[in-house]
């Protein structure tokens, strides 16, 4: 293979011959390599340019390279095609560049796909939409006919605002047909109405008085912009304690140094109550990004942010691909969030991701939580990252009285899932017009439904897993796959008529058990499934900001970032349901994380809050550290745990999962894989073994993990590896998961 300075050459060569240049030109699809195109005559096409080029069959959009990505074979120039044009889209920066690499070499992913996440906004590569609009002219002379229509819409145009014909048309309340016949008279003008502009933040807009924790933490943080290099520091402070307000002003700093800035957070904290505080600071709304936001929006912001129009974007995770050009600061807020971690296609953990953006760019990263990661949390403890530590609520509030609720002893009644001692804090916090969370989560209605006749249980047809009751829906549904079908009269397999009864609550059985009651509480009950999009859920959440609901009942989607100032009283209904992956190692942290924080939401401005947790292990440390209210207790506990079985980040995972069609087929793979890797002294391959969900949409699935030290260069090793695996059989699949989360 040449080396680069040989392809250089070549290609300088190959140019002064023909009189023609070539470019390499990546392209979005799964594979590593670049492929050279001719640049016809009359075209500039620089390297991260997006170009049209021919490609198999089709015209696709590539981005011209700034290197040379070979496969090993050399081209011939005569055969090389041209690209056919360039497109009008503002080129991806090279840092951009470095980091798809960076990305794509981590990760294992091909550096196609990669630059493939970072094109996820088609309408940017297309020609710009010019919407078009009305404006009066000033002084043209009135048509002879002037009917009361007409004069209303020249009254209303007399402000000389460029309005769309539909809207004068409604504001004049007259039909389109009467702006048309003032346009042809000569007293209208269709001119283009403008793009909308980005707000832009203003950094010194509002100002903050801080506590003197406050006041240290935030030096930090603006030392740490100041300073322009790279760095990462650990905003680590108790739920409330002001961690927003804090990066707010390191993002304040970024701004005024004309950096751009970069807000990630867990999708679902996106909420309307973040979006409002940014404004109050800024005095203009943030950027969103997230995956709710229409394709024409989407090409607006990739242009704005690629072209440095936008300053400061807030978004999930998925933003850290946008063509920053000037970033200067990313804060990563609930850094300990699972949602960071994307598992298709490119499995990457965002967080990490972006430390890495950080490194590459020169620029300091911010990572906020009230929970850190175990991952975060030994960076700070050995100093690889600076700690930043807020101890109290900014509100000096004490932080909630947690209690155990021990099922063992304190048992249910048949039928119903809130203990005694739960149903009394409930009916005391109504009575003191304060407001209730009770958090489960658990889609649904009841996870388990079998046949009290036969003792068949209802599993998806696809996948190794029951089929959840949705009772609102009528359905039965698989988590899994989607898979759904009408709730069934009968049991399927006896046929016995209405033996089938729901075993185990999901959010929607317990709102029965609370309506039944509690029946004069208002109610909001929060789940993925029951609401349909982020304006809706915004809505919701409003409410209970303002107290239009007494009793709250929520998944993970109310767990987390808000600020309820209502809320008295934090119920966990099911405290051990993260606990049950046995083989996850994340599950106690997960478990810690989550309780902590839904507890957190409890009591935060005015009066002590508090949680009452429902387990069948009051002994597990997770739950000991809970009702202690004790974080570096759970935390010394788990780094042992994590140090003595070389977990993360004292050793590194990856996870590959093998699947096909054919349950043999998978089988057999998995152990020729397994096979064929390479002996080492550090490194051990464990399995292959069955998946614990053995099936997902009718394909088998077979893991490996692997395991290495800290220092070791896993990803070499794996590299080496998938160069020893012949072809598969065209049906198999082999995924490569990097810091695997998910061990299913
Ligand atoms: N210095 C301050 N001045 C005025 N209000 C403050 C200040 N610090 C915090 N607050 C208020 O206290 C509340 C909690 O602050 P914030 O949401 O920033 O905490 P947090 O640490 O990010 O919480 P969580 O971890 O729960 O998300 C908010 O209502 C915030 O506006
Ligand atoms: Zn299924």
Not at 536 to 549: K, W
Request: with cysteine; net charge neutral; aromatic share 6%.
């Amino acid at each position: 293979m040449n080396g680069p300075l040989d392809s250089l050459l070549e290609i300088l060569d190959n140019g002064a011959r023909s009189g023609a240049r070539s470019v390499p030109v990546l392209m979005p699809v799964a594979l590593d390599q670049t492929y050279d195109y001719l640049v016809p005559e009359g075209i500039e096409a620089p390297p991260g340019s997006f170009v049209l080029v021919p490609f198999g069959q089709q015209t696709r959009i590539g981005i011209v390279w700034d290197g040379q990505r070979g496969n090993g074979k050399a081209v011939d120039p005569k055969k090389l095609k041209s690209l056919t044009s360039l497109i009008d889209a503002p080129p991806l920066p090279e840092i951009s560049m470095r980091f798809a690499e960076w990305v794509a070499r981590y990760t294992l992913a091909p550096l196609g796909m990669v630059a493939r996440m970072m094109m996820s906004a088609d309408a940017a590569f297309e020609p710009p939409k010019h919407r078009f609009g009305v404006r009066i002219v000033e002084g043209a002379p009135l048509p002879p006919k002037m009917t009361s229509a007409r004069t209303r819409v020249l009254e209303v145009a007399a402000d000389g605002l460029i309005r769309a014909k539909s809207d004068l048309a409604n504001l004049a309340d007259c039909s389109t047909g009467v702006i048309d016949g003032l346009a042809a008279s000569g007293n209208l003008v269709e001119v283009a109405i403008p793009e909308r502009v980005f707000p832009l933040p203003k950094p010194a807009h509002a100002t903050t008085e801080f506590t003197d924790k406050q006041a240290e933490a935030v030096a930090t943080l603006v030392s740490t912009v100041d300073a322009g290099n790279f760095s990462v520091t650990l905003l680590d402070g108790v739920t409330g304690s002001g961690k927003t307000e804090v990066y707010f002003e390191a993002v304040a700093r970024a701004l005024e140094a004309g950096e751009q800035a970069l807000i990630m957070l867990p999708e679902i904290a996106l909420t309307s109550q973040f979006l409002e505080r940014f404004e109050q600071r800024f005095g203009a709304a943030p950027v969103e990004w997230h995956s709710a936001l229409s394709p024409a929006e989407r090409g607006r912001i990739w242009k704005g942010v690629a072209r440095g129009d936008v300053r400061c974007v807030v978004g999930a995770r998925s933003a850290l691909f946008l063509p920053f050009v000037e970033l200067g600061l990313i804060v990563i807020d609930e850094e300990h969030d699972q949602g960071f971690k994307q598992e298709d296609r490119v499995h990457y953990q965002a967080r990490d991701m972006a430390v890495v953006r950080g490194n590459l760019g020169k620029f300091p990263v911010v990572l906020a939580s009230a929970t850190p990661s175990i991952e975060s949390h030994v960076n700070a403890l050995v100093g690889r990252y600076r700690h930043a530590v807020l101890p109290g609520r900014f509100s000096g509030v004490a932080m909630p009285d947690v209690s155990l609720i021990d099922l063992k002893a304190e048992k249910l009644e048949p039928g119903k899932w809130l203990a005694q001692r739960l149903v009394g804090a409930i009916t005391e916090t109504l009575e003191n017009g304060q407001q209730t969370l009770l958090f489960l989560n658990r889609r649904g209605y009841a996870p388990l439904t079998l046949c009290r006749a036969c003792g068949h249980r209802l599993e998806c047809p696809q996948c190794t897993a029951w089929l959840v009751e949705h009772r609102f829906k009528k359905k039965l549904t698989c988590h899994h796959c989607g898979f759904s079908l009408a709730l069934p009269e009968k049991c399927p397999k006896c046929a016995a008529p209405g033996a089938l009864v729901a075993c185990g609550p999901g959010v929607e059985r317990v709102q029965e058990e609370v309506a039944e009651r509690f029946p004069d509480a208002r109610v909001a009950l929060l789940s993925s499934d029951l609401i349909p999009g982020l304006s809706e859920m915004r809505e919701i959440i409003r409410g209970i900001e303002a107290r239009e609901f007494d009793i709250i009942i929520g998944t993970q989607i109310v767990a987390k970032g808000h600020n309820f100032p209502g809320l008295a009283l934090v119920g966990v209904v099911d405290g051990d349901l993260g606990l049950a992956h046995g083989a996850d190692p994340r599950a106690a942290e997960r478990t810690f994380q989550l309780l902590h924080q839904v507890t957190g939401r409890a009591g935060r401005t005015s009066f002590v809050g508090r949680g009452f947790v429902q387990t069948y292990s009051t002994d597990h440390p997770v739950m000991q550290a809970i009702v202690a209210g004790d974080r570096d207790a759970f935390l010394n506990y788990e780094v042992k745990t994590r140090q003595s079985g070389l977990l993360p980040p004292y050793g590194r995972l990856a996870a590959i999962v093998i699947s096909a069609r054919d349950k043999a087929l998978t089988e057999v793979t998995a152990r020729e894989i397994a096979r064929r890797a390479p002996l080492s002294d550090v490194i051990s391959v464990l399995g292959p073994v069955e998946a614990p969900i053995a099936v997902v949409r009718g394909r088998h699935r077979w893991r490996l993990l692997v395991k290495a030290p800290r220092d070791v260069d896993l990803q070499g090793y794996l590299r080496a590896w998938a160069g020893t695996i012949p072809k598969l059989k065209s049906d198999v699949r082999v995924t490569v998961d990097i810091d695997p989360y998910n061990f299913l």
